[in-house]
């Protein structure tokens, strides 16, 4: 049971899932009765760049090299914030404050 649980949370390096939670409901003389419940990693639907002023939409997103269908995961954002931070360094906005947030379409925000 130990090494289904290793192979099945090294899943999560292939980036589909967030978490992985394995319960045995029941162990009877013939194996396991278990329940595998997974948090998929969020997928992008739209990219919203808000608050530019010098640059465009356009250099921003191929910048970021996002894609829609892409799975967002945790290092993603952190990853995006420090190019787009350089990106705007280069030009000359040394100050320039950035902020990523993934928001869920399907609740009331």
Sequence with gaps: MQIFREQLNDSGNWGF???VQIKIDKETSEGFFITIQVQE?????LCII???KKLKDKQLQDELEFYLGQRIKPHVLVESITKL??????DGFL??????????PKRDN
Aim: charged content about 35%; cysteine-free; aromatic content about 12%.
């Design 17 to 19: 899932f967030e978490d």
């Design 41 to 45: 990693t969020p997928i992008l639907g």
């Design 50 to 52: 808000r608050g530019k």
């Design 85 to 90: 931070k350089d990106f705007y360094a280069e």
């Design 95 to 104: 100050l320039a404050e950035v902020e990523a947030t993934l928001v869920d």
